[in-house]
């Protein structure tokens, strides 16, 4: 085919092989053949998966801001156990496996050898789910933001201990169902990570959802264009622990933003700088009925007593982070 861009075929017979039969201009996602498709099809994770789908979009887009030159680093979670069965794997870069807790400290350690190397052109991003950032990987992480090593560390916050059978983790938030809170988990519970990466000063946080991905690679390219610790927590829905339909992933984190539980913004040298405010707010109920996790709010008897302090929970985001349309800046 004269004038056609070579394209790779992973996986014979799938919908993305397929796809890639079509002209350029009307190939999506992974066939697109500007996309560097970093974690590429064949791996295992669950149908459905938010954080397959955030990490691939993070990762291309990092790919794409840094011509190709990054190092990935991730901690041990869902993410690392589906993409790399031994002896296969879906990683299309450079790619190394930490423990559950020293992924940041991996990657400042591959980000000093570059540096050591006067290799200024190769970037590094750390990456893990809540459970690897938020508790295990804490002191590792804080330690990168306090020495502002060169690093982009990303967490895919899915909610819950997910590949060890749906555990509550510091990021599960307040009546969640889990394998280890059968009854729902306790409120003041819970950590807000780009709250705590803010009071570091580091450079660069933001938050952002698998709901708008256009947003997501914007922020990955904004973090890429910067030096020192930068810090991204992504929300990506989990169908097996929060009990959703797997078509339903990106309507779940929409719903998260709408209705005000998870604030979308970025914040510069620990000040918040944008928000991304919310059009047609929508009532906590909206979010946390399709949820089984919150089944138990619902059935036998609606608990409107631990919904309505959620709602609350929602209400002092919208008004702490200015997200009514009419108050954003
Ligand atoms: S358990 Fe959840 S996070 Fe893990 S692969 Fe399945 S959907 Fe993804």
Redesign the pocket.
């Known amino acids: 085919m004269s004038g056609a861009r070579q394209v790779k075929f992973y996986q014979v017979g799938s919908l993305a092989a397929g796809n890639r039969l079509l002209a350029p201009a009307l190939r999506s996602g992974q066939a697109d053949p500007d996309r560097s498709n970093a974690l590429t099809c064949g791996h295992r994770?669950?149908q459905g998966?938010g954080?397959?789908l955030g990490a691939r979009y993070v990762l291309d887009a990092a790919q794409r801001a840094s011509g190709g030159k990054v190092i990935a680093v991730n901690a041990t979670g869902?993410l690392e156990v589906?993409s790399t069965p031994y002896p296969e794997t879906s990683w299309q870069l450079p790619w190394l496996h930490s423990l559950f807790g020293n992924a940041p400290a991996v990657a400042a350690g591959v980000a000093a050898a570059l540096r050591a190397q006067g290799r200024t052109d190769v970037r590094v991003i750390g990456q893990g789910g809540d459970g690897g950032t938020v508790d295990i990987g804490l002191g590792c992480l804080s330690g990168m933001f306090e020495r502002d090593d060169d690093v982009l560390y990303v967490c895919y916050d899915?909610e819950a201990y997910?590949?060890t059978g749906v555990q509550r983790s510091g990021a599960t938030p307040p009546a969640a169902r889990t394998a280890t809170t059968q009854t729902g988990a306790p409120f003041g519970q819970g950590k807000s990570l780009p709250l705590i990466a803010m009071a570091h000063g580091i450079p660069y946080v933001a938050t952002a959802t698998v709901a708008g991905l256009r947003d997501l690679e914007a922020k990955v390219h904004r973090a890429m264009g910067m030096r020192g610790a930068r810090y991204l927590h992504v929300l990506v829905p989990?169908?097996?622990?929060w009990g959703t339909a797997s078509h339903d992933t990106v309507r779940v984190a929409r719903l998260a933003e709408r209705c005000g539980l998870f604030p979308v913004f970025e914040a510069v040298d620990g000040e918040v700088t944008d928000v991304t405010p919310i059009r047609r707010r929508i009532p906590v109920e909206e979010y946390l009925r399709p949820q089984k996790r919150y089944a138990h709010l619902f059935e036998p008897e609606v608990r409107t007593d631990v919904i309505a302090r959620l709602q609350r929970a929602a209400d002092r985001n919208v008004a702490r982070f200015g997200l009514a349309e009419e108050e954003a800046p």
């Not at 989990?238 to 622990?241: F, H």
């Open positions: 994770a669950c998966c954080e397959a869902c589906f899915n997910m590949n989990c169908p097996l622990g």
